[in-house]
């Protein structure tokens, strides 16, 4: 049964979100402050663990245990990567993040992990247009499938000579590789590309004239998120190198109509190697494989 948090509200004001009809608009007396763990929702479930964020419009339902947020048979290995992700002061954080129905890193890890669990690795060959057989994926900098295989602190190694805080290093969303080519995948869901005001210092490090056709301009671009991984998968790779933004379509048409992100593009070498991969081409790929309709139906609800 789902209860009120302890708050005394009258009865209109509760959420019932254990497999019941969501409302849609709460009003709150006062306005409540920003739900940032289930602890700080004001309407959850004490049986079921699942909060809802106090916004009065859409909430984003919260889980006091992120494992909740991820289908059990897709669990494994997933403590032992949090514990090693390369941004160490963001691992708690990154835990209770994943717990929201929101989270782009929970569907990052659902979308990988399922291609690994199932063994059907050449199905996600053929959604990202991979030459060669995968050999390796990384998930926030960590090995998922050769737990041994240098990656990590070749990662790190990466990051300490651009001058990273070792408390705070790059992790890539997702690292693919093959014999031929490294991939890094920059996962969207819900939010565009990161952006950072150009006259950040934090840009300065990342801005190597071999990689870019116009080190001003790409700084103008903003587009620090993507300029970090251009960098970093650049070197990380030494020779064939892609950088697969993965996101709904809509976020592409508005970003390809931005003067900022076609400046981050035309500042690239081989920017034929910047891909746009949208989710609607790869649920095409899907239905094209032999999925289980669970995980397509599990992606669908938190990307679209």
């Not at 079921?48 to 494994?76: E, M, V």
């Not at 926030?140 to 408390?167: A, F, M, Y």
């Not at 004239?209 to 700084?219: G, L, M, N, R, S």
Request: one cysteine or more.
């Amino acid at each position: 049964m789902c209860m009120d948090a302890g708050v005394k509200r009258p009865l209109f004001y509760l959420l019932q979100i254990c497999y019941n009809d969501v409302e849609k608009k709460v009003n709150f007396d006062i306005k409540p402050k920003k739900a940032s763990k289930y602890e700080d929702c004001i309407r959850r479930c004490i049986q079921c663990q699942i909060g809802a964020s106090n916004a009065q419009i859409n909430p984003t339902f919260i889980y006091k245990d992120y494992r909740n947020n991820i289908p059990s048979n897709l669990l494994q290995h997933l403590d032992e990567t949090l514990e090693k992700t390369l941004n160490t002061t963001n691992r708690e954080n990154k835990k209770i993040k994943l717990g929201f129905s929101t989270s782009e890193d929970a569907v990052s890890w659902i979308f990988i992990k399922y291609f690994l669990v199932n063994d059907k690795l050449p199905v996600l060959q053929k959604i990202l247009n991979l030459e060669d057989e995968i050999s390796e994926i990384l998930m926030w900098g960590v090995p998922q499938i050769n737990r041994n295989s240098g990656c990590t602190e070749k990662l790190k190694h990466i990051c300490d000579s651009l001058g990273e805080d070792k408390k705070y290093y790059t992790e890539p969303d997702i690292i693919i590789i093959t014999k031929s080519e490294s991939v890094f995948v920059e996962v969207k869901v819900k939010s565009g590309n990161d952006k950072q005001a150009a006259d950040n210092r934090n840009y300065d490090k990342y801005l190597l004239d071999k990689f870019y056709t116009d080190i001003e301009a790409v700084k103008k671009s903003s587009y620090y998120e993507l300029i970090r991984n251009w960098t970093i998968g650049n070197i990380f790779a030494e020779n064939n190198f892609k950088l697969i933004n993965l996101a709904p379509q809509k976020l592409f048409s508005n970003e390809n109509q931005d003067s900022d992100f076609k400046l981050f593009i035309n500042s690239l070498k081989d920017s034929r190697n910047f891909i746009q991969l949208s989710w609607e081409a790869v649920f095409k790929n899907l239905k094209e494989s032999d999925i289980e309709e669970y995980f397509y139906n599990e992606l669908e609800k938190r990307i679209f």
